[in-house]
């Protein structure tokens, strides 16, 4: 029996998302990255995986992406669903094509890749998607409106694939990550996180690396706050 790994990453090029590839590569995983910038390609590259430049506001682009990835590697282990930054204003300045694309952005970024890896995590005994959410997802904050409504509605998809899959043995889990060094960091933000610093993109990663290890197999349906106790009351 093969030892083969693969974890497919999408918008993998920078921040977490290509923390988590690195972190994955790592663990001896092969790694698919998609990243609109070409990034992704550059640091496949130097991770001995495969690179797809496109977006994955695309099906054809995210299609490409699980094509090649199966056509090289054979199989797909790990999806992780990272995302980049959707509309932001004050909520009733945003206009409809801003919803949608907040949509976009933060819930069909999901469910688009997840439609086409699912029938082949089955076809293989099983798989883990792992979502990149945000620690604002049950408790919005005004300065990331689409997020937060978005991705409220994410975790209402995770749930709902979770139970029709967990036989199947594909689990989903969202990491809601709060203020993560991959933004410039900010005083008056430092100040409301009670570990009194920013969290890093490699603990994020880490937390990924977990969820997709036998260690994380009976872990399904969950939100996971990794966000250094700024949401410990809610």
Known sequence: MSDLKVALITAGGSGMGAAAARKLAADGYKVAILSSSGKGEALAAELGGLGVTGSNLSTDDIKRLVDLSLERFGRVDVLVNSAGHGPKGPVLDIS???????????????????????????????????????????????QFPTSGVFRAGLAAFTKLFAD?????????????????DSLPEKDERREKIPMGRYGSMEEIAATVAFLASPGGGYITGQNLRVDGGIMRSI
């Not at 890749?113 to 959410?133: D, E, F, K, Y």
């Open 96 to 142: 409809d094509e801003d919803w949608h694309l907040g949509m976009d952005y933060y819930l069909l970024n999901v469910i688009r890749p997840t439609r086409l890896v699912t029938p082949h995590m089955q076809a293989q005994g099983g798989g883990a998607i792992i979502n990149i959410s945000t620690a604002w997802a049950f408790e919005p904050d005004a």
């Open 164 to 180: 029709k899959y967990a036989a199947d043995n594909i689990r989903m889990n969202n990491i809601l990550p709060g203020y993560i």
